[in-house]
């Protein structure tokens, strides 16, 4: 009887999670970094506007050359808005945050880095490492947008995530020797879409 009570309770829990997840394919993309490729596939019918947000960014190839400038072991890995050097790049505006889509920051997702603004993520991202649902919007206060997740390259993930850092300037976190983007580009039959 016990047995049987767990089994169903573990099968409703299965099928919550499965409803969460996306259910079609997105738009797949690879990263390529100096420490490796990541594929990503993007959620573009949960988050629509953070999906098209990144792929402006994308397509103008504006993620080359940048660095992932914030590795924190055991937290994730952040990336998308500076150059080897740590200067800023020049971004688009801001993009509404999506976070109430039912997406949780969970290990391998990919998600909007902000200030505290909510609605201020611009081209920056982090990858999550471990489960991070403190990241999720919680009642009333957004959290940080998921939008992808990582299909293949977590090995990639973890390597940068170990990697040593160190304090440069303003900027904690950094890794010694820079990891760089070096192109971010759609795969194959995911072409960018009619501006309009």
């Known amino acids: 009887m016990m047995k049987r009570l767990l089994r169903r309770a573990a099968a409703g829990c299965a099928l919550s999670l499965c409803a969460a997840l996306p259910t079609q394919a997105g738009t797949l993309v690879a990263m390529?970094?100096?420490?490796?490729?990541?594929?990503?596939?993007l959620f573009d019918e949960q988050s629509p506007k953070t999906v098209a947000n990144f792929l402006r960014y994308v397509d103008q190839g504006f993620y080359s050359?940048?660095?992932?400038?914030?590795?924190?072991?055991?937290?994730?890995?952040?990336?998308?808005?500076?150059?080897?050097?740590?200067?800023?790049?020049?971004?688009l505006a801001p993009v509404e945050n999506e976070s109430g889509n039912g997406l949780s920051n969970g290990r391998g997702t990919i998600a909007m880095a902000r200030t505290r603004d909510p609605d201020s993520a611009t081209s920056q991202f982090f990858i999550n490492s471990v489960d991070?649902?403190?990241?999720?919007?919680?009642?009333?206060?957004?959290?940080?947008?998921?939008?992808?997740?990582?299909?293949?390259?977590?090995?990639?993930v973890n390597a940068i995530s170990a990697v040593p850092t160190r304090i440069v300037g303003p900027h904690r976190n950094v890794p010694e020797t820079p990891v760089v983007i070096t192109e971010v580009r759609r795969l194959a039959g995911d072409t960018p879409a009619t501006a309009q």
Do not use: C, W
């Open 132 to 156: 991070n649902a403190r990241l999720d919007a919680q009642g009333d206060q957004p959290g940080y947008t998921v939008f992808g997740r990582v299909t293949q390259g977590m090995d990639v």
């Open 65 to 91: 050359g940048t660095v992932f400038h914030r590795v924190i072991p055991g937290f994730m890995i952040q990336g998308g808005g500076f150059t080897e050097t740590l200067e800023r790049k020049d971004t």
């Open 32 to 41: 390529e970094t100096s420490a490796g490729t990541v594929e990503l596939e």
